[in-house]
């Protein structure tokens, strides 16, 4: 997440040290995280980090592409660092690691496709696909 405090400060905000502790986190997080595992690893860098802060931080990093929220099995959700750009996730159902890959042109026949047969004026998309990564393919 190397020009995070550029793009917070861009957008006119500032660099916290609670912020800076939540983008610590997640840029070390190897799977997906949720908040209170977030606030929890970032109480070891900065004891008063509050969880309510760790949302807000996250909803201003989501908001910002700095952050990409990943949905999980059960309806829950957690969170990853991101970088610039459109992109989509590729996540493990088994291990839950994750990659990011681009795929915005290949979408567009897709979202053409969709707008004419239903009308809809498509803006946005969010694309993630669940499987199992190679590791968790081999044989125990």
């Not at 983008?23 to 070390?28: H, K, M, R, T």
């Not at 807000?56 to 059960?74: F, I, K, P, Q, Y």
């Not at 498509?122 to 694309?127: A, F, G, T």
């Amino acid at each position: 997440m190397g020009g995070w405090k550029k793009v917070l400060a861009d957008a006119g905000y500032r660099v916290t040290r609670p912020r800076k502790v939540v983008v610590e986190v997640l840029g070390q997080a190897e799977v997906p995280l949720g908040a209170q595992e977030i606030c929890e690893l970032g109480r070891a860098l900065h004891p008063d980090l509050g969880l309510v802060t760790v949302y807000r931080t996250l909803d201003l990093l989501e908001e910002l592409g700095l952050a990409c929220r990943v949905h999980l099995n059960g309806g829950c959700h957690g969170y990853l660092a991101s970088v610039p750009g459109h992109r989509h996730r590729l996540l493990c159902e088994r291990c839950g690691r994750s990659i990011e890959f681009l795929g915005r042109n290949d979408l567009d026949v897709l979202i053409a496709n969709l707008e004419a047969k239903t009308g809809y004026r498509i803006h946005e998309h969010l694309l993630q696909l669940l499987g199992l990564c190679p590791e968790c393919q081999a044989p125990r």
